[in-house]
């Protein structure tokens, strides 16, 4: 065993052997094995940011090589897997604790993409493994055809924590299979097909939820799920119309406002839009509207106040149920509530869930009302796996955590802080065009300038991510042209975690424009 201190990563951490050599050090406690080396630049950079300090005890890495991994990934795994390391420089993770993770030669970063916003409740949560740990020792896997107590406890845990109606449980492993089974269901009910999303939204990646989404990047050229109609997303910041009081939002968009008191003139206009596509693109009646409370994938883009309020009261005119996907936005996430529904003031028909309903389990959950649930019972619907022992042990856990340690208030006082702070940093840089977000779910969006808001190019965008990643912290990326940066840690992230990012973000801005 080992003690994993302090340290940074990639260039920099050769920097500051550099540092420590000169003062004839004979070595520098970086991780795993880290000596002095011949550093790659003549001059460290000044007052490069301490990252803060974290006591783990984690084991020494003898597994594959970096080579070894890279061989196995390009013959064995799929080209996709092969394609996608997110960074030109990879990074090998090999332990996780917390907001923390150690790559394999014991360099630690600090996670403030959670597994794209999957690890709520922190890396290996001792709570929630020890109850994994106590499931697995008592009974690994029955399916659901049998009456066993870790599934009921656990529905009725879920359940208590959504409002009435929506008391009906269907559980999965995935959120692709949740939206997948409410595209299902909403045809069932209403005995209609047509479904709308937002363009620029993203709600899985199986043939039929392929429909659903709205992005390029996350479609092939084949025939997919077809009766989806992508509507024109109310983005108060890139989309035609917005101001500086539209959003839900510790922070607003730099677009000046004009609206009345008590008006949003970008709200009408966007529904204005919403039915201009009921009169030309949709049949007279619909399935069901899909909406992500802020969208994930899509860059964290939020919309005005009151939006969905009306966009539900159109959609059920016309025969259909609203969707609330919260894959990305539940518990606990945006701070405020819960659910990010419940920031919109909004009673969805039904919700899909995963990602950080395991922590990183794989599990998901369609919940939704008695009444709609009794229309699916037309035929025989089986999940193997859907409430094994194991994922509802997890699931339980995870809520009990969530609420034990104040994680909720936590997302909302520690995001509420990083995002009037990057504001800030957005005031000072004039490439990043845009900061927005709820909580821990947070977008900051880069541009060439803020008087176009044309987007920084993925190249240009890439150079800042992997200088980040370099000063030791993971950050995520989205957006419809790859310009946002998407910051959705695990929920126990600190305030002090959050300067030592906000201080590498801002090197990493001053790094590329000196570049450029």
């Known amino acids: 065993m080992h003690k994993v201190g ?118 290996c949560n001792p709570k929630v493994t020890a109850a994994a740990e106590k499931q697995l020792k008592r009974l690994w896997h029955t399916t659901n055809i049998y009456v066993h107590p870790t599934l009921h406890e656990y529905c009725e845990k879920l359940a208590s924590n959504l409002p009435d109606p929506l ?30 999303t937002f363009r620029g939204s993203y709600h899985g990646g199986s043939q039929q939820t392929m429909g659903l989404t709205s992005n390029s990047s996350y479609k092939y050229p084949i025939a997919t799920s077809s009766g989806c109609t992508h509507v024109m997303c109310p983005d108060v910041f890139r989309g035609l119309w917005g101001g ?29 839009q919403l039915n201009e596509a009921f009169a030309t693109s949709l049949p007279s009646r619909i399935a069901a509207f899909f909406a992500e409370p802020i969208q994930g994938m899509g860059g964290a883009t939020q919309y005005p106040k009151n ?6 009261k159109l959609v059920r005119e016309r025969g259909g149920i609203c969707i609330a996907d919260e894959v990305q936005t539940g518990f606990g996430r ?13 009673m969805p028909d039904m919700v899909t869930m995963a990602k950080g309903i395991g922590n990183g389990f794989p599990m998901g959950a369609v919940v939704t009302t008695p009444e709609i649930a009794a229309s699916f019972g037309k035929a025989f619907h089986f999940n193997t796996f859907g409430g094994s022992p194991i994922a509802c042990a997890v699931g339980s856990s ?3 955590t969530i609420k034990e340690e104040g994680l909720q208030q936590n997302s909302h006082d520690v995001g509420t802080y990083m995002l009037t702070e990057l504001a800030k940093l957005r005031n000072k840089h004039e490439i990043i065009g ?57 929920m126990c992230i600190t305030r002090e975690d959050a300067d030592f990012f906000l201080a590498v973000f801002d090197r ?5 424009m000196d570049r450029h």
């Open 6 to 123: 302090s340290c940074v990563s990639g260039r920099y951490a050769g920097l500051l052997r550099q540092s420590c050599c000169s003062l004839g050090l004979a070595r520098f406690h970086l991780g795993i094995g880290a000596v002095c080396q011949k550093p790659a630049f003549k001059q460290p950079p000044a007052e490069l940011p301490m990252m803060p300090p974290c006591d783990f005890q984690g084991e020494k890495y003898k597994g594959l090589s970096k080579e070894g991994m890279m061989k196995i990934r390009k013959e064995h795994c799929n080209p996709v897997t092969m394609n996608i390391t997110y960074y030109e420089r990879p990074i090998y993770i090999y332990h996780g604790y917390k907001q923390w993770l150690w790559d394999v030669d014991g360099r630690r970063y600090l996670d403030l993409f959670a597994g794209v916003a999957t690890v709520s409740v922190g890396h």
């Open 167 to 196: 008391k009906v449980i269907y559980l999965t492993n995935s959120g692709t299979e949740a939206n997948d089974l409410a595209m299902l269901m909403a045809r069932l009910y209403t005995g209609n097909y047509e479904i709308i």
């Open 244 to 272: 500086s009081h539209c959003r839900d939002s510790p922070v607003q968009t730099i677009r000046e406002c004009n609206c009345a008191p008590g008006q949003c003139m970008a709200k009408d206009q966007y529904i204005g």
């Open 307 to 312: 939006y969905l309020k009306e966009a539900y």
């Open 334 to 346: 945006t701070g405020t509530h819960f659910w990010g529904f419940q920031g919109h003031e909004v």
């Open 398 to 400: 995870v809520i009990d």
């Open 434 to 490: 845009d900061v927005r977000g709820k909580g821990l779910q947070i977008g900051v969006e880069m541009v060439k300038d803020k008087a176009t808001r044309a987007p920084l190019s993925p190249q240009a965008a890439n150079e800042i991510f992997e200088d980040v990643k370099d000063m030791g912290v993971l950050i995520g990326k989205g957006g419809v042209y790859k310009q946002v940066f998407r910051i959705q840690p695990p």
């Open 508 to 512: 990493a801005i001053k790094n590329y």
